[in-house]
Structures are given as C-alpha cells and as structure tokens.
C-alpha cells in the first residue's frame, strides 16, 4: 500500500510537470531533477543486488508488470525526468 501511496504522489508531480503554467518553475527548482535521477539510479542497483520489491522478474506476464508497484515506480520517475528536460537545455545537459 505504502509503494502505491508513493507512486499516486509521483503521478501528481508528473502531472504538475506536464502542465506548462507550472512547468517552468518546476524545471528550476532545486534538486527535483537530481533527486529523481538519484532515486531511479539507487531503484535500479537495488533490484540488481538483491531479490527484492525492485528485482527485474522475467517470467511476468504483460497484465502483472503493468500492476507491479517497482515497474510504476520507475516509469513515473522517467517519466518526471522526461518532463523537467523538456525544452530545458541545462537539465538535459545534466542527465
């Protein structure tokens, strides 16, 4: 429950950096963009590591992996550092 709490709170967040008005602000706000790289960088070791809620599972059918709490973590995170680099020339310079 508590990854699924995360990941709603991560959806509004990408939500908020999709609209344009708040786009900008969010863009230059400190350390949004690095904390979200960070998050999915540690996300990604993590689940190399060791068999944990993060690990890669390759026997997973199509329906699972899209209600699977880690894979939601990590397309809503991408999808947070896509928007804070669009039309962002200094965030893309720094991913």
Same mark, same amino acid.
């Given at each position: 429950?508590? %990854?699924l709490v995360t990941i709603r709170l991560l959806d509004v967040l990408c939500e908020m950096t999709s609209?344009?008005?708040q #786009?900008? +602000?969010l863009q230059a706000f400190p350390g949004l963009l690095e904390t979200a790289v960070d998050t #999915?960088? #540690?996300t990604h070791l993590a689940g190399?590591? %060791?068999v944990n809620v993060f690990t890669a599972t390759h026997a997973v059918t199509g329906q699972e992996e899209i209600s699977h709490p880690a894979v939601g973590f990590?397309? +809503?995170l991408i999808r947070l550092i896509g928007n804070l680099c669009y039309k962002n020339k200094e965030n893309q310079d720094k991913v």
């Open positions: 429950q508590e %990854a609209n344009n008005s #786009l900008q +602000h #999915l960088r #540690l190399k590591q %060791a990590k397309s +809503h």
